[in-house]
């Protein structure tokens, strides 16, 4: 009983800090996936980082019914912040590998 009584004393203090960490933890993989996968493709890892996770929290949605909804940005949206990842950098290798860069700028008027 003397552990009940201690655990929830210190539920308001510890809980919090749970959430904050461990319930981001897709963010956080989707963020080290990306920078991981463009580092091995001689990409920018820290734009394609904020690639994946932008990529991400498009997929996780955090509305439903109208109300918020983040249970995904934690351990239920690691599958979702896994394809997002791999999918967003092979999109941006895509398109550096077929120059659609320069393209876009010599269409461009100067």
Known sequence: MAWMDLS??????LLPTYQLTLGVV??????GVSASLAKSYQLPER?????GCMAFLMLAGFY???QEDVRYL???GLFTALIASLYSI???RLFIRLDGTSRCLKMCPS
């Open 74 to 76: 934690g351990g239920a």
């Open 90 to 92: 092979e999109i941006v």
């Open 8 to 13: 929830l004393a210190l539920r308001p203090i």
């Open 64 to 66: 439903i019914d109208g």
């Open 47 to 51: 734009l394609s980082g904020l690639t």
């Open 26 to 31: 897709g963010l956080i993989v989707s963020f």
